[in-house]
């Protein structure tokens, strides 16, 4: 077995729950304890909190409901890969373009590269979050990717209040929050264009279940299981985010920004509330006033209700 198929597949006997001695999971995986030992402490470098008693064996610190390929399928109809060690869903779905079609999803347990936007970490421990990256080909171009955080950010947060979990919020650009502390994140990535049409990676990475313990997070953040009052599945998000995103890019393709505006607004954390909006080395102070039909955050200052767009720019509470 290849050295991380062992670490799943004592990982898939902790999922079971209670404890797990170290000579049992190595008559079951055909290896010594010492190697069962050698294994543990391998996934707890991936970032899960497993502990030992003595006599008893390894148990999870907090249940984990793994990924499950029958489970996937049996709900979806686009085509969709379950890896569980990747470095990044978005780097798998941009190296393999060529031979994907518009909706093909990768998902992951673990990234070992997440990344967020100007080459920012996408901190991503294994089992206790979402990894979910979708190609899409955009027809209406290049041009029409700037909406598309946003499109995505409206249908992640649709799906969560049809599931019965309400108050999660939106930062424009790209950011799902909660409380004021960050969530969720997109970062949508552009592969060049075919002939008029945009390639496109759309990646989501939202906190479900995340150990407090987790390093290399410099903003507050916060896991869904603080939003949500009811407990949820891993893999019954993936599908309802999964049809959320086909349906609403659909939308977009046939209708554009203008349908999501409102949309957008009803769950924006910042509106009218007060904001900086960072742009380089300029800084811009003001009021939020929602978006408008072409993606830009409307910010009022004395100079009146002025739109703002553009990959540089960040948005920051005001302190
Ligand atoms: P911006 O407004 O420019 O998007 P940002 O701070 O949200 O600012 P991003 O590039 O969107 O920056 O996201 C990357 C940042 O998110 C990291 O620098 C880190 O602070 C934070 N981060 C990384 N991993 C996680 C995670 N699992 N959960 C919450 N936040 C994270
Ligand atoms: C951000 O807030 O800057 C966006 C973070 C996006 C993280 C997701 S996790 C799935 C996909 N794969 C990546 O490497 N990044 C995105």
Known sequence: MKEHHVKLAILTQLSQGGFHSGEMLGEQLGISRAAVSKHIKGIRDWGVDIFRVQGKGYQLATPMELLSR?????????????????????????????N?????????????????????????????NLYLSMYWKLEAGMAAAMGLSLVIGVAIVEALEQLGID?????????????????????VEMSGQAGGAANLVMGMGMNLNMSEQVEGIDQPWTSLNDVANQPFSRNDLVIAFIHAWQSALEDYEMCGL?????RWNRHDNFLNREVRLVMGNRDIQGVVRGIDATGAVLLETEA???PFIGGEISLRKLN
Do not use: M
């Not at 109809?77 to 060529?98: A, G, V």
């Not at 999803?105 to 673990?110: H, I, M, P, Q, T």
């Not at 203008?258 to 409102?262: A, D, N, Q």
């Open 70 to 98: 029958e489970h996937l399928s049996q709900h979806l109809s686009t085509p969709f890969e379950l890896i569980p060690i990747i470095d990044s869903t978005n780097q798998y779905l941009l190296d393999r373009q060529h």
């Open 100 to 128: 994907l079609e518009s909706g093909a999803v990768c998902v992951s347990e673990y990234q070992s590269k997440g990344r967020g936007r100007r080459g920012r970490q996408w901190v991503s421990p294994f089992g206790s």
């Open 167 to 187: 108050g999660v919020k939106l930062k424009w650009p790209n950011d799902l929050y909660f409380n004021d502390k960050k969530l969720a994140g997109i970062l």
């Open 258 to 262: 203008h349908g999501f505006v409102e």
């Open 304 to 306: 009146g209700i002025q």
